[in-house]
Structure formats: C-alpha cells, structure tokens
C-alpha cells in the first residue's frame, strides 16, 4: 500500500509542474530525465545502459535497462549483465551476447529515493523559473511595461505581471505625486534585473528620464518611425521637464508633432506624469544656440552667451526682467538647462543704462505655473509674447489664430486679468 501511494505522490508531483509551472515542456521533460538518472547514477554508479522516458502531459514514466547475455557463471556486473539462464526466464530466444531490456521500478530504490528526487526535481524547477524570469526581463530593461499594484509598503510597491511575477517600484523611483490603490494598473519603466545569489528582482521606475522619452515614442507615431529623434531629456519628477527633439525631415515640425493639436499627444505624457511641466525645444549642434533654447521661456541674445568648452561651463547676462525668467521657480529652469546642455550654466543681470523701461507689463512665459506651457506656446505662436498684448488683443482673434478653444482662450484671460487687478 506504501509503494502505491509513492507511486501515487510521485506522478502527482509531475502533474503539479506541468500545471503550475511556466516551463516549456522540452525544458521539464529534459529536467525530468536528468533527475531521474543522477539518483540511478548515485546507485549503480553508472546510468549509460538506462533509458529513461517521461511523459509530463500524462504525469508517468518509464525506466529501462539495458544488459548483455553472458554464459551462467561468467556474469562480472549485474547492472550491465544478465545470465542466459535468467535471460530466458524473460524469453526463451534469448542467446549469449544479445540485449536484454526490462522495465525497472523505480519504487523499489525506496522511500529515501523517492523524497531525494522530489527535492531535485523541486529546486530545479525553482532555478528554471528564476532564469525564466531574469531572461524574461532583462530583455525589457529599458521598456515601458503595465502591471497591477498588489501591495503597497512605506518603501515600495508590489505590482503583479499578467503571469503573476513579482516587480518592485522602490518609493526613491516614485513620482511625488503618485498614488495607487491595490487592483490599479500603474505603467512603469523596467530599470534594471538585480540577479543576487540568483534570485532575480525587477526594479521599476517611473522618474527616470527613459520613462518620459518612452512616453513620447508611444505617444508620436514620428518618433516610432524615426523620422524624430529625441535628443537629450532632463527630468525633476513631478515638477518640470525639458526635452529636445530633431527632424530629419525639413517638412516636419518636430516640436509641434510631440505637442500635437492643440496639446493632444502631450496631455496623456502630463497627466501620466503626475502634471509635470513639459517643455519641448529644437536640439542643435551649436552649443549657443542649443543653451538659448534651453533656457526658455527667458529671451536670450547669442552674444550674451559666453562658453568655456572645456570646462563645460557657460556665462550668460540677461537683461534685469529676463533674469528670474531664466532661473524658473525654484531654480527649476537653469537646474534643467544644465542637465539638458550638460554645461554648468552661470546668469548675470545685466547693467541698466536707464530707467525708463516698462515694468507694467509680464512675459507670458511667467505664467507656466498657472497656464499649460503648450497654451502658452499657441499664443506665442501668433507672435504675441506679453500678457498685456493678449488682454488687449480681440478674443475672437485669439480663438482663431491660436487655434484654442474659448474655454482655454477664456481661463488665459482671467488669470492675465487676475495678476493685473492683484497689483
């Protein structure tokens, strides 16, 4: 009764791997075989004469060994020979030198046999599922995947893939802004596979600058197919981010194809990211130029820009207004300009001659923080720059030219009025 419940135990073990675990079935029956003849080995001290066969699909197996018919008497190795008399107990037929294979029961090798090769058979498994898994996603690193929150730690975040594995998204790789409740599908870049004593983790991101530039390659069919490139990307999670785009063709406006109408491919990447500020500029070669892109919304003169290329460093004097615009909240803008450049960036404020300029009046570029940048950039568009022009231009005009709906056109105009009445 023992050895039918053995029996029983051992081909149920088979049916549980071919169930649960996700290895292809050339890998488990080769794993199988291996199990099978290292206990033979362990044994008889050899497994060359044995054929092991298993079917996983069926949960059984067969064990055959093969032996040689030597005369009665001259029989050296009762694993590889059999005797011509104990030969025809099995046929008659049977002759000197010829082969004989008869079926082995495996059950007779014992209990300790038995709970030997479950225990194999178990850790292999376990090892091929890790590899699965490390092989699986150390091809997505640098991908942007989906996955479903499971738990949610002070220091992390537990998400499930659609097989059930286990990704973590540390809070250091968080944006401020996320939240997420468990059963939610969060979107997040594979970062990196930490692979320590062969127990592989999957570390997620969702402020690493790759995740934005991902965004955009999902989101504008141009970049996908080549005909933009994304440049350079410098991120601050949550708060601001500057990316720099190039067109290998001249027909297409790189800048406004990532955009898109009326904000349309921008506003998913924002909304994704929590509402952090996107500004998207045209990259060059000239490093001049590229720093004065850089450090929009300030208006910048080409002479005013002073490098020192091998120091990596960059002097740039700003009329007294243009100064804070430079700068950006916080220090956000020049901090991103640098990293968008990669030159240290110092702003001067330049001498005035006289007092006469006009304080009166505010750049639109100032109002980032309470009006999308993409609005912005439609108005600038049409060439109005300052917040005085726009209060002054028809709003009919403004609807048309900019291409905005009243709605936006009407929230700009409060916000303009509302700094005006305030000072």
């Known amino acids: 009764m023992a050895k039918k419940e053995e029996t029983v135990s051992l081909i149920d073990t088979f049916a549980e791997f071919k169930d649960l675990k996700n290895i292809d079935r050339a890998t488990l029956v080769s794993v199988l075989e291996d199990s099978f003849r290292s206990v033979i080995a362990k044994m008889f001290g050899s497994d060359e004469n044995y054929d092991v066969i298993v079917n996983p699909d069926k949960g059984d197996f067969e064990i055959w060994r093969n032996r040689t018919v030597v005369e009665d008497g001259q029989e050296a190795d009762p694993n590889k020979e059999i005797t011509l008399s104990e030969a025809r107990k099995i046929d008659a037929s049977y002759e000197v030198g010829e082969e004989v294979t008869d079926a082995v029961n495996f059950m007779k090798f014992g209990r300790r046999a038995i709970l030997n090769l479950r225990q194999a058979l178990a850790g292999k498994i376990l090892d091929l599922e890790k590899d699965s898994l490390y092989n699986k996603y150390i091809d997505k690193v640098g991908t942007v995947i989906s996955a479903e929150v499971y738990q949610i730690w002070k220091k992390e975040m537990l998400l499930l893939d659609d097989e059930g ?11 401020p802004g996320d939240f997420y409740r468990k059963g939610e599908t969060a979107r997040a870049l594979v970062l990196r596979v930490d692979n320590a004593n062969n127990n592989p983790k999957i570390i997620l991101s969702r402020t690493a600058p790759l995740f934005l530039q991902r965004l955009f390659e999902q989101e504008v069919p141009e970049i996908n197919d080549g005909l933009i490139t994304i440049k350079r990307v410098a991120r601050i999670p949550g708060e601001r981010a500057k990316i720099a785009v190039e067109s290998y063709d001249d027909r297409i406006d790189p800048v406004g194809a990532c955009v898109g109408v009326k904000g349309s491919r921008i506003h998913g990447i924002v909304r994704e990211l929590r509402n952090e500020n996107i500004d998207v500029i045209n990259f060059t070669q000239n490093p001049v130029l590229f720093i004065q892109r850089a450090l929009s919304p ?47 960036i110092d702003v001067f404020r330049e001498k005035e001659e006289n007092g006469n300029q006009n304080e009166e009046d505010i750049y639109l570029d100032e109002f980032r923080d309470e009006i999308d940048g993409w609005v912005i950039d439609a108005i600038k568009g049409i060439g109005i720059q300052t ?3 726009v209060l002054e231009a028809p709003r009919e005009m403004l609807v048309e030219k900019a291409d905005l709906e009243e709605e936006t056109i009407d929230d700009v105009l409060r916000v303009l009025k509302k700094e005006f009445e305030e000072g």
């Open 165 to 175: 594995n286990e990704l973590l998204l540390p809070k250091s790789e968080q944006i």
């Open 387 to 389: 917040a005085r022009a």
């Open 298 to 344: 300030a208006h910048i003169m080409n002479s005013n820009i002073k490098l020192d290329e091998e120091a990596h460093k960059a002097e740039v004097v700003l009329k007294p207004e243009e100064v804070s615009l430079a700068i950006g909240k916080g220090g956000l803008n020049i901090k991103l300009a640098s990293m968008l450049t990669e030159y240290t």
